[in-house]
T-cell receptor
Framework: KTQVEQSPQSLVVRQGENCVLQ??????????LRWFKQDTGKGLVSLTV?????DKTSNGRYSATLDKDAKHSTLHITATLLDDTATYIC?????????????FGAGTQLIVIP | DMKVTQMPRYLIKRMGENVLLECGQDMSHETMYWYRQDPGLGLQLIYI???????SEGDIPKGYRVSRKKREHFSLILDSAKTNQTSVYFC?????????????FGSGTRLTVL
């Protein structure tokens, strides 16, 4: 059973609009959560990582929140650009030890149109 | 320069042929991973390596084997490739127990098995 669910599966927005991507998970324990951006045909590039209960992070136009009680994270993209077109992947790490595993969502495909 | 390098980027093989995918990292990370990515699915862990000659099966190891003879180099081998092994393969590395801060991905190898 998938332990990391992302929604929506795909999203189309106009350049300049804001958007919100959701990540719900059932991974236990949940040591940290990371958002990646994956351009078509490319590797995963880390946007931000959240570690603590109610963490909030900001990285330019990207901001993220984590609610460990609800096992839920959001990624906000402000004033979208055409270059934001990509798949955004949520990853949950289950422990901070060498034996920790990473649990990947299937991603949200974001398309930004002019 | 923190980098994970995968070779080749694209590979086409016939069913039954042997396949070698190479991965290198320049960060002296002990932990390295091989994942595959298929449409609609999250990345799936094939093998994890904790250091030289210290490898463990991931979630989908069948049909694959790995080799780690140097810390900076991790190979994925498919003996007698099958058509269902057509996929995009990603290598990653991190410091042990610190994937929250230190996780890096390569750009991927797109393998097609005919």
């Amino acid at each position: 059973k998938t332990q990391v669910e992302q929604s929506p599966q795909s999203l189309v927005v106009r350049q300049g609009e804001n958007c919100v991507l959701q990540c719900n998970y059932s991974v236990t324990p949940d040591n940290h959560l990371r958002w990646f951006k994956q351009d078509t045909g490319k590797g995963l590039v880390s946007l931000t990582v959240l570690v603590h209960e109610n963490d909030k992070t900001s990285n330019g136009r990207y901001s993220a929140t984590l609610d460990k009680d609800a096992k839920h994270s959001t990624l906000h993209i402000t004033a979208t650009l055409l270059d934001d077109t990509a798949t955004y992947i949520c990853v949950v790490g289950d422990r901070g030890s060498a034996l920790g595993r990473l649990h990947f969502g299937a991603g949200t495909q974001l398309i930004v149109i002019p | 320069d923190m980098k994970v390098t995968q070779m080749p980027r694209y590979l086409i093989k016939r069913m039954g042929e042997n396949v070698l995918l190479e991965c290198g990292q320049d960060m002296s990370h002990e932990t390295m991973y091989w994942y595959r990515q298929d449409p609609g699915l999250g990345l799936q862990l094939i093998y994890i390596s904790y250091d030289v000659d210290s490898n463990s099966e991931g979630d989908i190891p069948k049909g694959y084997r790995v080799s780690r003879k140097k810390r900076e180099h991790f190979s994925l081998i498919l003996d007698s490739a099958k058509t269902n092994q057509t996929s995009v393969y990603f290598c990653a590395s991190s410091l042990p127990g610190r994937s929250a801060e230190t996780l890096y991905f390569g750009s991927g190898t797109r393998l097609t098995v005919l």
